[in-house]
Every structure is written in structure tokens, then in C-alpha cells.
């Protein structure tokens, strides 16, 4: 969230320029990404792809896990506090950390400046941007503390209505990025499926 947006985008340069020396003629790529980070990093991708071939990243599917967000401050501070230090030192950051998401949801819904996060979900079902051909697979859960699957859900949908292929897998139990874990049978039937059915 602090990264300069040059910064950010400086990082996705270097796998735009392994995809531009594949001498393939059809670019075969398959995405797997993590939680709100995994989007956003994506979404760099694309914008830098953009920008330097003026085309849409050529990709046949996305796996989306525990993604997209739109946290609510609940959902926020699950997410913001899992990396504070034990002990006495807990207090300190935590009162920061509360601070930071005070100043955040401000920004958001009194200011209206929009967060990464809700940019992200723009991004990604923007056809300028993200290929709409692409098959997409969205597995998420209902336990999931950081990433809202109602949130999920209502983005799997707006992705429907403007033409991308959705595919999901509701789990009830998993929590935030341990799906493939502890349903490792189903998760990895599912992107096999995606997979397989992109190379078609």
C-alpha cells in the first residue's frame, strides 16, 4: 500500500519482457494467483503488457484464490494484524495499524478515494485490460476472515455480465489461502479441469 505506483509496476517489467522473447506464436498462459496481492500484481502485469505492446495480456485462464476483496474494516484488520509482533509490542503497532485503517476507510467513504484494493477489482474485470476470453476459476469459502465471499461473489458476477467465463468452487470450511491444503483432491481437480479445457 506504500510502494510507489512506479515502483510497483517496475517489478512486473521483468516477466513482460520473459513473455515478449517466447518465440511461440500463440502465447500459452495460465495464471494462478493468491488473495488481494496476487490480483493487484496481476493487474500490474497487465497494465505493463499494455503499455508496452499496446495489446491485452494474451492469457487463456485465471485462478483466482481468496481473491478478489473489498474488505470491511473487519475483514481489514484480520488481514493487517496477522504480521504484528507477540508481547508488549503488539500494543504499540496494533494502535498504529488501527490508526492506518482509520485514515483508510476514511479516505474511502467519506473522501471517496479508492483504496488498491477496490481499484484491483476494476482491473480485473476491465476488457481493456484483462483478456475476456480468458476462462476464469474462482475458489473461495464462506470461513475465509480477510476476503468477504459475498465480495467474491458479486465480482464473479459483474464478471459474467460483461462476457467472461466463470467457473467456482464455494468451499464452507477453509479459511483465506489454504484451500488447496485441506481440499486438495477438489482444488486441484478444478484448475486441472481449467487447465485442460484453456488448451482446447
Known sequence: MTTPN???????KPVVSAIESDPSREKRILVHLFSNGGALSFSDMCHVYKEHSGRVLPVKAVVLDSAPGDPDLREAWAAMSVGLPKGILWYPAAALT???????????????IPTLVIKT????????????TAKRLYIYSEADKLVG????????DDARTKG?????????????????????????TKVKELW?????
Open 6 to 12: 512506479g515502483t510497483r509496476l517496475g517489478l512486473s
Open 121 to 132: 477489482r476494476g482491473w480485473l474485470n476491465d476488457w481493456d485490460l484483462v483478456d475476456k
Open 98 to 112: 488501527s490508526l492506518g485503517l482509520g485514515i483508510a476507510w476514511t479516505a474511502t467513504n467519506i473522501l471517496r
Open 164 to 188: 467472461f467465463e466463470v467457473i467456482i468452487l464455494k468451499e464452507s470450511e477453509t479459511p483465506h489461502v489454504q484451500h488447496m491444503n485441506l481440499d486438495r483432491e477438489r482444488y486441484w
Open 196 to 200: 485442460e479445457s484453456s488448451s482446447s
Open 149 to 156: 465471499w459475498r465480495n467474491v461473489e458479486a465480482h464473479f
